[in-house]
């Protein structure tokens, strides 16, 4: 009875193996599925026919072998530990099987080393860090090169505060999208602060602004924006920002940090700088 259960567990372990792989082997891009599937088929109909042939279907010793395995890992209830011989304070000693969680977790770990092994150095299909690294910059390279043809992308040492009102417009549908909920609907400020007035913690004017905006104030809770938004939309927001300078909305917040003056050598670089864009 318990070899017919051992050979029926055989028969559904490899249904379990052959099926999902059968499944992957669907997929045109991996032939890896396909080869595994096959070469598990013929290891399975080898040991059966030679369990038939050789064996005379005598399965005595791979059912011994089988339960054997199976008493190490999990040992027999009946099973009483051998007494190693040493009392101490009436307490004695005995030599317990290491417990069966532990078997499972130490043979877990040599079938994931088996299953990782061949994925990552046999099979190749999944990365090195090396080369994950390289596709990683690969990508980023792509990205750049997207961000640069969609014109996301702005010469950041020469900022000045877009005043047209389609940039103006975005920069508000942004704001209204993604600031409001620290900064009010009127960006009278709530968690963050107020942005209407001349006060600012972090500098005023469109470089200091862009720059918040860009990096965050992460320790206070605002997150860095650049992975959000392009160059252009970020200079959009600080330029919507600072147009909004005195329109001090009902219920803002007092004024935060120190009063912005703009630097006059600043304000005439900004002029000459419009051409280098
Ligand atoms: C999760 C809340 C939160 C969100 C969302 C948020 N901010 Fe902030 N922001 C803050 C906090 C808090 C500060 C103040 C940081 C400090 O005290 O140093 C701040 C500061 C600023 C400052 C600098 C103010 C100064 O006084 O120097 C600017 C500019 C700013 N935010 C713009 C924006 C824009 C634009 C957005 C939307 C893209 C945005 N923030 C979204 C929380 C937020």
Redo the contacts with the bound molecule.
């Keep these: 009875m318990k070899k017919l259960q051992l050979l029926l567990r055989w028969v559904l372990l490899s249904l379990f193996v052959v099926l999902p792989a059968a499944a992957a082997g669907g997929d045109p891009s991996t032939e890896i599925a396909l080869i595994f599937t096959v070469s598990f088929m013929v290891f399975v109909i080898a040991t059966l026919m030679y369990i038939i042939g050789v064996m005379n279907t005598n399965i005595d010793p791979i059912a011994d072998l089988y339960f054997r395995i199976k008493h190490y890992v999990i040992p027999p209830p009946s099973e009483v530990a051998p007494d190693v011989g040493h009392v101490y304070d009436d307490i004695t000693e005995l030599d317990n099987r290491i417990p069966p969680w532990f078997n499972y977790l130490f043979v877990g770990t040599i079938l994931f080393a088996f299953v990782y092994m061949l994925d990552y150095h046999v099979f190749g299909v999944s990365n090195l860090p090396e080369a994950e690294y390289i596709e990683e910059v690969v990508a980023a390279n792509l990205q750049k090169k997207i961000m640069l043809a969609s014109g996301g992308t702005i010469n950041e040492n020469a900022l000045v505060a877009l005043k047209d009102d389609a940039s103006l417009k975005e920069?508000a549908e942004?704001?209204q999208?993604?600031?409001?909920?620290?900064?009010g609907p009127q960006?009278g400020g709530?968690?963050?602060?107020?942005?209407t007035d001349e006060?600012?913690?972090?500098?005023?004017g469109i470089k200091?602004?862009y720059t918040?905006?860009k990096k965050?104030?992460p320790?206070?809770?605002?997150?860095s924006?650049e992975l959000?938004?392009t160059q252009k939309q970020?200079q959009n927001?600080?330029s919507?920002?600072l147009s909004l300078q005195g329109t001090n909305p009902p219920g803002g917040k007092a004024p935060?940090?120190t009063k912005y003056v703009e630097p006059a050598v600043a304000a005439a670089a900004d002029t000459t700088a419009q051409k280098s864009l």
């Design positions: 920069g942004n704001f999208k993604f600031c409001v909920s620290c900064h960006a709530l968690v963050g602060p107020n942005l006060f600012w913690i972090h500098g005023g200091n602004v918040t905006i965050g104030v320790a206070k809770g605002m997150i924006w959000v938004f970020m927001l600080g919507y920002v935060e940090g």
